[in-house]
C-alpha cells in the first residue's frame, strides 16, 4: 500500500501555501519517544504540557519539542534543555536561545509579548541570548503522527547531521505529512516539503545570507495560508529572494477566494488573487486516513499597484 507521501508526489500535488502558521516558535528540547499530542504524550509531564497548550492558545505561538538526530534512550534527559524561540514577521525577525533545568519555567514567559515579537521575556525568564550560530533547520520525525514522518524524516536528518550540518534538530509536528519529508528553517520560518539534503543544505546557505530558495517552498508560517502562496507567487514574479523583504499586510475576503496584499520594503505592493481548490483525484491526507482532497492554494493572478491606486 503507497504512503501518503508517495501518493502526494506521484499526483504532483503543490507544496505553495501549505505550512503550519505561526507567527513565534517555541522549540523545547525533549528527548526520548514522542506520542501523536507530543506535549502531552512524551517524557514530558503532561500536565505540563496541557499548562503550555492552554498559555500559547490564541497568542500565534507554535509549540514543539526538539530533539538531537540519531537514537533516542529513553534514559539519556540532559541536565539542561534547549530552549530556543523565534519570531518570524518580517522588519522584526529574531532567535533567541537558553537552557533550562526545569521546564516549567517557560509557564513564566510572557505568551502575547512572544506572540507580538517581543523578545524581552525570553532574556528576563530564562536567560535567553540572540542565536549567533548557523540558521535551525527543523525536520518533522515523529512517526506516531505519520510514518512518513518516521519513514523520511528521521534519514534526512541522520543525513544532515552525519555530513556536518550544525543546527539540524528533529521536531514533533509542522503539518503536512504528505510532503514528507518536511522542514522548518529558523530564523525566517519558512518551511519546505518532500526536502532532500542537497537542497536543505542550499537553504540553510541561503538562510546564512538572509536569502529564501522558493522550490520546494511551503510557504512562511508568518502568513496564513492564503498569503503564503501570494508571497511565494510574487517572489517568483519578480525575482525577489530577500529574506525580509516582502510582508503581507492585508487579507481580503475569505474561502474560496482572497485578495492578498503583498508589501515590498522599498514600497512597492501588489494585488495577488487567490483561489481554494480541491485537490483531485482524492487522496490520503495522512498514511491510514481515508480519501479526500485537501485544500489547495492557487494563485489566480498577479498585479503591481500604486499606492495611490490602492488608496481609491
Known amino acids: 500500500m503507497s504512503t501518503c507521501s508517495t501518493v502526494s508526489r506521484e499526483l504532483d500535488e503543490p507544496v505553495a501555501g501549505t505550512a503550519a502558521t505561526a507567527r513565534t516558535w517555541l522549540l523545547l528540547e525533549q528527548p526520548g519517544p514522542w506520542g501523536a499530542r507530543a506535549l502531552t504524550s512524551s517524557h514530558l509531564d503532561p500536565a505540563l504540557g496541557r499548562a503550555l497548550e492552554a498559555a500559547a492558545q490564541g497568542t500565534g505561538v507554535r509549540i514543539a519539542l526538539i530533539r538531537p538526530p540519531g537514537r533516542h534512550a529513553d534514559s539519556h534527559m540532559p541536565a539542561a534543555r534547549r530552549v530556543y524561540v523565534a519570531h518570524t514577521v518580517p522588519g522584526n525577525v529574531w532567535l533567541r536561545a537558553a537552557t533550562t533545568t526545569d521546564p516549567a519555567h517557560l509557564l513564566d514567559l510572557d505568551f502575547a509579548a512572544l506572540g507580538r515579537g517581543e523578545p524581552a521575556t525570553v532574556e528576563s525568564v530564562l536567560g535567553g541570548r540572540p542565536h549567533e550560530g548557523d540558521p535551525l533547520a527543523l525536520v518533522c520525525t515523529n512517526g506516531k503522527r505519520d510514518r512518513c514522518c518516521a519513514l523520511l524524516g528521521r534519514p534526512l536528518a541522520a543525513e544532515l547531521a552525519a555530513s556536518g550540518v550544525q543546527g539540524v534538530w528533529e521536531v514533533t509536528h509542522l503539518g503536512g505529512h ?114 479526500g482532497s485537501p485544500a489547495r492554494m492557487d494563485v489566480v493572478d498577479v498585479r503591481e499597484v500604486t499606492v495611490t491606486a490602492m488608496a481609491s
Open 178 to 291: 504528505r510532503f514528507s519529508p518536511t522542514v522548518l528553517v529558523l530564523p525566517y520560518g519558512y518551511a519546505y516539503g518532500r526536502a532532500e539534503a542537497h537542497a536543505v543544505k542550499e537553504v540553510l546557505h541561503r538562510a546564512e545570507e538572509g536569502r529564501i530558495v522558493v522550490e520546494g517552498c511551503r510557504g512562511g508560517s508568518a502568513w496564513e495560508r492564503p498569503g503564503q502562496a501570494a508571497e511565494l507567487a510574487v517572489r517568483r514574479a519578480v525575482g525577489e529572494y530577500a529574506a525580509e523583504a516582502l510582508a503581507v499586510v492585508r487579507t481580503d475576503g475569505a474561502a474560496p477566494r482572497w485578495e492578498v496584499t503583498v508589501a515590498h520594503a522599498d514600497g512597492r505592493r501588489w494585488l495577488v488573487g487567490v483561489a481554494q481548490g480541491a485537490s483531485l483525484p482524492p487522496r490520503p491526507e495522512s498514511c491510514g486516513s481515508v480519501l
